[in-house]
């Protein structure tokens, strides 16, 4: 297995060819969705499907369009979640939002453009291994429902919802751990599910993965919500303070700063001890460690 900055190589590399080739009339949603892709993200999500695959012993290059594609939905969520309808915000990634150098319709179009491309493209990179499909349908469904109306999609149902409404009624603490459990863990967890499944796992390897992977989610959520509350926007690429400013249901709203990090911290041990029966040289636990402490 590489270093997980050897897999962020690789993802940016190939994503330069991902899109399809641009034919003079809608060159414009070519831009908008280039725009925001190959801006700079962490590329966590594509780099946990191609270490979640190496360890099964599946190559890179099969993994590829699933960590690809991954990264092309996340990006989906990012511009749309930008939008004016939802959080308004003006700077992602470092630079101005897609809507903001786009317009609002045509950063719609782009992220419903890579939403619907990303599972052309991972159906195109299933059909060249006729002798894999049933791993290759698993690893599809593993993000189709990562990403889904059971997944990020209604995780970010429930927060838009409370924005608008409030708890109404709801236990805030299990309806923050509904939205940030599907908001953000569903796709961490997705990308190291599919990576799995592209091998052949056993039952035990399954739950240790997935166990992991909502733990690791949810605190890489939390660790969000802290840097929100306590890092610049330059750091982070994204305007911070936004959460207080406009009542966000996080963490730190609701447990205060240092009640925060221990339930990072809680939830950070929670993933080491789920993945360590099936962690063979402590790479998975190493990689939740370094996301504790990271700076943006
Ligand atoms: C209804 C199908 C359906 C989907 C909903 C708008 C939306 C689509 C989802 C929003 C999900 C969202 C924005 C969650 C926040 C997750 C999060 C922590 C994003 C930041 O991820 P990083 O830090 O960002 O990995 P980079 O830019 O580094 O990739």
Known sequence: MRTMEEYRALVEKAL???????????DVLYDACAYSLYASGKRLRPCLVL????????PVSEAMPYALAIEMIHTFSLIHDDLPAMDNDVLRRGKPTNHVVYGEAMAILAGDGL???????MLQGAAKYPEHAQAHLRAIYAIASAAGLSGMGAGQSADVDYEKHGAAGKNKEALLS??????????IRGALLAGIELGDPDDKTRAAFAAYGKNMGI???IADDILDATSTTEEMGKTVGKDEAEGKLTYVALYG?????????????DAITAIEPVDRKHYFASLAQALLTRKN
């Open 16 to 26: 330069q060819n991902a899109l399809p080739q641009k034919n003079g009339f809608s």
């Open 51 to 58: 270490a979640a695959a190496e360890y099964m012993g599946v």
């Open 115 to 121: 939403l619907t491309y990303a599972f052309e493209y």
């Open 178 to 187: 509904y939205i940030h459990e599907n908001k953000t863990a569903a796709m």
């Open 219 to 221: 605190a890489f959520q």
């Open 257 to 269: 700063l240092d009640e925060a990090r221990v339930h990072l911290e809680n939830l950070t041990r």
